[in-house]
Structures are given as C-alpha cells and as structure tokens.
C-alpha cells in the first residue's frame, strides 16, 4: 500500500521559513508526479507545487520565488521549502503522489499557521 506521511508544519512568524518532508512508502510509478497542495478554512484545496520524476516544476502564482520543491527520487521524497511566509500561507498541508494509470494519494496533511 502506498502511504504518503509529511513533517515540518507549525508555527512561524510573518516572515519566516519551514521546510516541509513527504516520506513515501510503498510502491509509486517511476515517473509519478509528486507536489503539494494547501486547504485554508473555508478555501478549497489549492495547488502549491509539482515537481516531475525529471525536475521540471510548477508553481502557483501565490508561491512562485518564495517556495521551492525538491524531490529524490530514488528515496521518494519530496519537499517544500517555503520562505518569507505571510498570514495567507495559513493552511493544512498535504503532499500528493500523482500519475494517469494509479490518480491520487494524498497525505493526512500538516498544519502551518503563520502568526505574530
């Protein structure tokens, strides 16, 4: 069974950084999609980031040049480093494994709240 389990949500001020970390376990396709999506109260789940098997990337524009994903795909990681946070990117964060054959896994999500 395919498990996706991320790490590295909390509290941080406007301003600051967190990195989050996707563990994948179990068997995905080589060429997966993996990314990360976000839901704010009352907002649906929103596209973050994706990143291909080969790195090409993919941002929303809320994000784009203060977040960066990675991933290594022998390991089936990926993460998010997200900086110069501001009270918007206030939201329960979810990593996602996709591809057309197998669609969606998610994650159980991990909060980040960011507040003075």
């Known amino acids: 069974q395919v498990q996706l389990m991320e790490s590295g949500g909390g509290l941080v001020q406007p301003g600051g950084s967190l990195r989050l970390s996707c563990a994948v376990s179990?068997?995905?396709?080589?060429?997966?999609?993996m990314g990360w999506y976000r839901q704010a109260p009352g907002r649906q789940r929103e596209l973050v980031a994706t990143?291909?098997?080969?790195?090409?990337?993919n941002y929303a524009d809320s994000v784009e040049r203060r977040f960066t994903i990675s991933r290594h795909n022998a390991k089936n990681m990926v993460w998010l480093l997200m900086d110069s946070l501001n009270p918007e990117d206030t939201a329960v964060y979810f990593c996602n494994v996709w591809h057309r054959r197998t669609g969606n896994y998610w994650g159980q999500g991990t909060l980040v709240t960011v507040s003075s």
């Open positions: 179990g068997s995905i396709m080589t060429n997966a999609r």
């Open positions: 990143i291909t098997s080969g790195g090409t990337t």
